[in-house]
């Protein structure tokens, strides 16, 4: 039965792997030299941006600092949201 309980039951993932993965984020935005004060500034100035030419759901945008090798790149993950009776092409 703990076997079908796992299987079909939405679980947290562990707090160890939420810590490691805040961890490995702290680390990677001190390499980058980007403090979270300067990363919430560039969402900022991101989402104005933006916004002017694109309807944006600003409560989900997210910023990152990600780390492959030696690079760092910033990722900002930037939901639109569909305007009614708009229709592209």
Known sequence: MG??????SRH????GRVAKDRLRLVLTQDRAGISP????TLKDEIITVI???VDV???CVQVS???SGRESSLVADIPL???QG????
């Open 3 to 8: 076997f079908l309980d796992r299987l079909f």
């Open 12 to 15: 947290e993932p562990p707090s």
């Open 37 to 40: 004060a300067l990363l919430e």
């Open 51 to 53: 916004s002017r030419h």
């Open 57 to 59: 759901d600003v409560q």
């Open 65 to 67: 600092v990600t780390q």
């Open 81 to 83: 949201r569909h305007r």
């Open 86 to 89: 708009v229709r592209e092409g």
